[in-house]
């Protein structure tokens, strides 16, 4: 995968994605899962999804964190062990393994660094369930039918953008700049051309046809004016985005921009970003 993610907006998003995902398609995930369960997360990051999910899982359970990037895998070891101190709970470090010691059974994690792309490299063998964050609107159609294909375990995929975005107070611009800006999410990633705001009915179909049954269930982004260092980042993302995919209309944008920004600087600046997450179980 070419296209990589900042530590700083990976820890930014974090409370908001924390806030977002569904409760109930994560029960649903957690109650297909065995007694100590394995899991596999494509494009951990700083491994978001394993502080948010293992507490929920609770009971003994290991992870193996893949990505790209090996300064986030290496930052997700650490991360993880702060946070999981934080709450009070022993952390070691047995060989190149990171347990969490809860009451309920030790959380281990491993990590290990290798391309998405390929799709016949990634360790599924051996997992319970394949899960991610905030990756499936990142990827390619075919990249998705193949990861499908190969799968006989749980597939759980939060936060897909679904290209639902409504910033309050509305601005006549506001169609133009997500329309720029959905275009802009159809790069190519590394992955093949990304489905962007498709992805969400992509991964449904692809499931469904392969004699999954699939659940889904909104997991929208609500940032309020307060939210000001998410809002910023999120219209300065949107305009730089924009302005790439339709250059034409630059001077549009950058009044779309500066409008925002000073909405924002008012504390009048609100957005709900749509995003769903999908639970394919096979039957």
């Known amino acids: 995968m070419s296209e990589g993610f900042d530590a700083g907006w990976l820890a930014l998003r974090e409370p908001h994605d924390a806030r977002a995902r569904s409760a109930a398609i994560a029960g649903a995930l957690i109650a297909t899962l065995p007694a100590r369960p394995r899991l596999l997360d494509l494009g951990a990051g700083s491994g978001s999804l394993f502080r948010w999910l293992a507490p929920r899982i609770y009971r003994a359970q290991a992870w193996t964190l893949f990505d790209a990037d090996a300064g986030l895998i290496e930052a997700a070891f650490e991360t993880i062990a702060l946070w999981a101190e934080a709450l009070g ?87 133009a700049l997500a329309a720029a800006f959905r275009r802009d999410q159809g790069r190519d990633k590394g992955l093949g051309p990304a489905l962007g705001h498709r992805a969400p009915a992509a991964a449904i179909e692809l499931f469904e046809a392969r004699g999954f049954c699939v659940l889904s269930a909104p997991s929208d982004w609500r940032i309020g004016p307060d939210q000001t260092a998410m809002l910023s980042a999120i219209l300065h993302g949107d305009a730089d985005a924009a302005c790439r995919a339709d250059p034409r209309h630059r001077a549009r944008h950058a009044a779309w921009r500066q409008a925002r920004m000073l909405h924002g600087g008012r504390g009048r600046l609100s957005l709900r970003l749509g995003h769903r997450d999908v639970l394919a179980i096979p039957r």
């Open 89 to 175: 709970l022993k952390v070691t470090t047995p060989g190149r393994a990171l347990l969490v010691h809860a009451p309920g059974g030790a959380w281990r994690v491993e990590a290990r660094q290798g391309d998405l792309a390929e799709i016949g490299g990634l360790p599924l063998a051996g997992h319970h369930a394949v899960v991610n964050s905030a990756l499936c609107d990142l990827v390619s159609r075919p990249w998705l039918a193949a990861l499908s294909a190969r799968l006989s375990v749980p597939f759980y995929a939060a936060l897909i953008a679904d290209g639902r975005v409504r910033w309050r107070p509305h601005l006549p611009a506001d169609r």
